[in-house]
C-alpha cells in the first residue's frame, strides 16, 4: 500500500505528518480479518484497534509504503481463538518504507476482535462486577 505525499498532508518539516503515517496502517488488520471471517462464516463481529504504538524512525520525504501479510499460522490460531472464546486480541507489526527502502517507521498494533454470535457468560460469584 502507498501512503502518497501531498500538500495536504506536509508538515512545517516538508515531510509526512506522523498522523497521516498512522492514520493510514490503523485499520488494516481489523479490516482484513473481518473480511476473512465473514467469508469463513462469521459475520457478526466488531472489529477494533485496541492499541498501537508507533515508532518514526526517518522522517517520510517522498511516499511511502507498506505491505501486510497474514501467515497461516496467525490465521489458523486467530480462527481457533474466535471459535473457541468468541474474541480475538492479537498484536501485529507494520513496517513502513520509503521507495529506497529505508525503514522510516514501525508499528504494533493490537486488534480486538468479537463474534457477537457468541453469548459472554453471565456473572456468577466468582466473577461479578465489583462496584
Given at each position: 500500500?502507498?501512503?502518497?505525499?501531498s500538500l495536504?498532508?506536509?508538515?512545517?518539516?516538508g515531510?509526512?505528518?506522523?498522523?497521516?503515517?498512522f492514520?493510514?496502517?490503523?485499520p488494516?488488520?481489523?479490516?482484513?480479518?473481518d473480511?476473512?471471517?465473514?467469508?469463513?462464516?462469521?459475520?457478526?463481529?466488531v472489529?477494533?484497534?485496541?492499541?498501537?504504538r508507533?515508532e518514526?524512525?526517518?522522517?517520510?520525504r517522498?511516499?511511502?509504503y507498506?505491505?501486510v501479510?497474514?501467515?497461516?499460522?496467525?490465521?489458523?490460531r486467530?480462527?481457533?481463538?474466535i471459535t473457541?472464546s468468541g474474541?480475538?486480541?492479537?498484536?501485529?507489526e507494520v513496517l513502513?518504507?520509503?521507495?529506497?527502502?529505508?525503514?522510516?517507521?514501525r508499528?504494533a498494533?493490537?486488534i480486538?476482535?468479537r463474534?457477537?454470535?457468541?453469548k459472554?457468560?453471565l456473572?456468577?460469584s466468582?466473577?461479578?462486577?465489583q462496584?
Amino acid at each position: 500500500m502507498k501512503i502518497h505525499k501531498s500538500l495536504l498532508n506536509r508538515n512545517s518539516n516538508g515531510t509526512i505528518f506522523g498522523g497521516t503515517i498512522f492514520a493510514a496502517i490503523d485499520p488494516i488488520h481489523t479490516l482484513l480479518f473481518d473480511q476473512i471471517f465473514r467469508r469463513k462464516g462469521i459475520k457478526r463481529t466488531v472489529t477494533w484497534l485496541k492499541s498501537a504504538r508507533i515508532e518514526y524512525l526517518k522522517p517520510g520525504r517522498k511516499s511511502l509504503y507498506f505491505s501486510v501479510r497474514i501467515s497461516d499460522e496467525e490465521l489458523n490460531r486467530a480462527l481457533q481463538a474466535i471459535t473457541e472464546s468468541g474474541k480475538l486480541v492479537q498484536t501485529f507489526e507494520v513496517l513502513i518504507y520509503d521507495a529506497n527502502d529505508t525503514l522510516c517507521a514501525r508499528s504494533a498494533n493490537e486488534i480486538y476482535i468479537r463474534d457477537l454470535s457468541v453469548k459472554e457468560p453471565l456473572p456468577t460469584s466468582d466473577n461479578k462486577l465489583q462496584i
